[in-house]
């Protein structure tokens, strides 16, 4: 116990060590920058994560001088380089933040934050077989026709694959005296759903190349289009986090070879993994996505911020100084256990 609390409290130190340059973000001055520009933060990131890291990637290298280095993947796919491939990352970014709750902590890491929230959505082409009837009124029947192709992610390396699977779970179950659609809908559903790449990343390509008719998705990634898309149902999106409603998406399960996920409201999380090479400039690109301009970028890119940032408090004393002046730390988000 005496070596994790020294650990701890060197990763602790090591995130205050340099001052981030953000002020010139956040107050219009200078960025301050005091890292040498060969400094490099390496980061295994959900691919729903690629639109905001990618548009903040410039600035936050130019405020720090920081060099960025950026792998995206599906969110379980991203864990296992850390837990089973022996890889290193400054920064680890889940869709899912129950996967570092559970997978990282306290093997691989000590702490984690809760910084951005979601919600599963529908996209397809204009010319998409029965686009013009399409509504959020009706989207089960469209999508439970014969020959219709529906497409989603892995739900063994992607948490959107095993989202997407729950949405159409979660349709057939009632839901405060409904349901949206019976059994046999859903059976459709699932008869019509493919898996035709490992990540949400490359779907879009394929609604639009023709090869698959809709995607399920997240809902910033459909906002970032201009494909035509629908919004669910709350009841099988995902998105609300209040004991109602987390109390029935956990009655949607995936089994995969990955493990058996539950459903819950959608919350996304970082950490700097213990592994990490460079943890105080991984602290640096969390503390980020909790100020002003990274809360700015995620609001662009579809994703809705959590305010400030969370920490479980348990792991509070673990979390460096630069991020914990930005986050509060406590035992539950809402409906979830941190």
């Known amino acids: 116990m005496a070596k994790q609390r020294s650990r701890r409290a060197f990763l602790r130190a090591l995130g205050a060590a340099t001052p981030i340059g953000l002020a010139g973000c956040t107050a219009g001055g200078s960025s301050g920058s005091d890292t040498p520009g060969d400094a490099d933060v390496e980061i295994f990131h959900a691919g729903s994560l690629a639109p905001p890291f990618s548009m903040a990637e410039p600035t936050f ?62 996209q397809h082409r204009e010319d998409s077989p029965c686009a013009d009837e399409i509504s959020a009124e009706n989207w089960w029947e469209i999508l439970s026709r014969d020959g219709i192709s529906i497409g989603h992610s892995d739900p063994a390396v992607d948490p959107g694959g ?46 639009r190349s023709g090869e698959l008719d809709y995607v399920i998705y997240y809902q910033s990634i459909s906002a970032s289009s201009d494909l035509p898309s629908v919004d669910l149902q709350p009841e099988v999106d995902l998105s609300k986090a209040t004991n109602a409603y987390a109390k029935h998406y956990a009655k949607a399960t995936v089994e995969t070879e990955s493990g058996t996920f539950t459903g819950a409201p959608i919350a996304y999380g970082m950490t700097v993994p213990s592994v990490a090479e460079s943890p105080a400039l991984g602290a640096r690109w969390i503390e980020y996505f909790a100020t002003e301009p990274g809360r700015a970028v995620l609001e662009q890119k579809g994703l809705q911020p959590v305010s400030p940032i969370v920490v479980p408090k348990s792991d509070e004393s673990a979390v460096p100084d630069r991020v914990m002046e930005h986050a509060e730390a406590r035992e539950t988000l809402g409906p979830l256990e941190l």
């Open 61 to 122: 290298e130019e405020e720090t001088g920081i060099d960025v280095t950026r792998e995206p993947k599906g969110s379980v796919a991203s864990t296992k380089k850390i837990t089973e491939q022996g890889r290193t990352a400054d920064v680890l970014g889940t869709s899912d933040f129950r996967l570092i709750r559970d997978r990282i902590v306290p093997d691989y890491g000590d702490w984690y934050a809760v910084f951005t929230t979601n919600a599963m959505s529908i």
């Open 162 to 207: 095993y989202r997407a699977v729950m949405a159409q779970q979660l349709g057939a179950i009632e839901f405060d005296g409904a349901r949206l659609y019976d059994d046999a809908t859903y059976q459709n559903l699932r008869a019509n759903s493919t898996v035709p790449t490992g990540t949400e990343t490359n779907l879009e390509g394929q609604l």
